[in-house]
């Protein structure tokens, strides 16, 4: 939503500091600059989406509109895509086209083709069964974008900010709980585990793990293998902490399976393979997840602005997965030595504030 400051304000001041964009006044090639200035914004605030950390100055702001973007073109993503569009997304300076896909193949060919484009930069993907949206008021739709209710703006907001936790609470609890974990791990894994608190991958394989094993996490899981995020579009699952993941395929009318493709910087993500060295983690490890630190402080939807194209697909690409493909994504607790550690760990501290959070750990 657009927050209203004084210029004066640290969240401005220092904003960077806050995972805000430093740069001020930013606009689209296909914003309007209005043919006499209005008096619509207090020229002495400072306007900011916390949605994307972008910040505008009032006395801007009265002579600029639809400084995301009006009506845009759809967003060169460096593929020849003949595939039928079925949708558009809107995210800050870009209109996102959604294809309909026919096969798994015809996707990952108009990926190769982007990585050719843009080969500086790692191509994951994500699967959900429906898009989800950011709720914007109108008038904040058509300063931002010129749009009123028909704009599908895609939100991809981390868990903790879903259930409304502090994320410098959430930080430190899952610190400590990973401090814990490698504990309890330490002696089977004593060379793996040496002075891992010392470097930064502690911090991000701290927040990876409570991503992937249930906790309420400050980023969101991607993969690079496209059945993994095919299974999670056309699958909807029921997680327990009483039982195993179980799954059931879409109804093709009850959903709207999609495939996100989405182009990172390898600065924003980690790939677990990279930073586990065999611990034992085997639900990332065999989901071939990467962990995108994002969605916090001034950007809360910042993995939207990685967004390429999308793809939908259907119930009908089940076939296209192995057998059984649940049970390789989510091994049972004999074999996956994280997942036992973490309900050792949950168990102990049951019934005090750390083991409500540690309740969302599912099987």
């Not at 304000?9 to 740069?23: A, C, D, E, Q, V």
């Not at 967003?75 to 995210?91: C, E, F, M, P, T």
């Not at 793996?192 to 249930?214: I, M, N, P, S, V």
Request: hydrophobic share 40%; charged share 25%; aromatic share 14%.
């Amino acid at each position: 939503m657009i927050n209203i400051i004084p210029q004066e304000h640290p969240l401005y001041k220092y904003r960077i500091l806050f995972n805000g964009y430093n740069p001020i006044n930013e606009i689209s090639a296909r914003s309007v600059f209005l043919p006499s200035q209005v008096n619509i914004f207090d020229e002495k605030k400072v306007y900011y989406d916390d949605y994307y950390g972008r910040f505008f100055t009032g006395n801007y702001l009265n002579k600029v509109t639809m400084v995301y973007g009006g009506a845009l073109k759809d967003y060169n993503h460096g593929a020849k895509i003949s595939l039928q569009k079925v949708d558009s997304l809107r995210v800050p300076y870009r209109q996102i086209p959604v294809y309909k896909a026919n096969n798994l193949k015809e996707v990952i060919n108009a990926v190769e083709q982007m990585k050719l484009y843009s080969p500086d930069y790692t191509f994951l993907y994500r699967g959900q069964g429906r898009i989800y949206t950011l709720e914007r008021e109108v008038n904040e739709r058509i300063m931002l974008f010129g749009c009123d209710e028909s704009l599908k703006e895609p939100s991809f907001l981390p868990s903790f900010l879903r259930q409304n936790l502090d994320h410098q609470k959430v930080v430190s609890a899952w610190h400590n709980v990973c401090s814990l974990l490698f504990e309890e791990l330490s002696e089977i894994h004593k060379d793996e585990l040496a002075d891992y608190r010392h470097f930064e991958k502690f911090h991000l394989l701290a927040l990876g793990l409570a991503q992937h094993y249930g906790l309420p996490s400050v980023g969101l899981d991607l993969t690079d293998d496209i059945r993994v995020a095919l299974w999670f579009a056309i699958y909807k699952a029921t997680y327990s902490n009483q039982d195993h993941v179980k799954a059931k395929l879409v109804k093709n009318d009850e959903a709207e399976p999609t495939i996100f493709v989405f182009r990172c910087s390898p600065n924003s993500i980690f790939r677990y393979l990279d930073i586990i060295k065999g611990i034992g983690a085997h639900r990332p490890q065999n989901q071939r997840a990467y962990f995108n630190y994002c969605g916090w402080g001034l950007a809360k939807n910042q993995l939207a602005l990685d967004l390429v194209c999308a793809f939908r697909v259907n119930a009908s690409f089940a076939k296209e997965l192995p057998d059984e493909f649940v049970d390789h994504l989510f091994p049972e607790q004999k074999d996956d030595e994280v997942l036992r550690a973490f309900i050792r760990i949950k168990n102990i501290y049951k019934g005090t504030e750390l083991g409500k959070m540690l309740e969302g750990i599912y099987l």
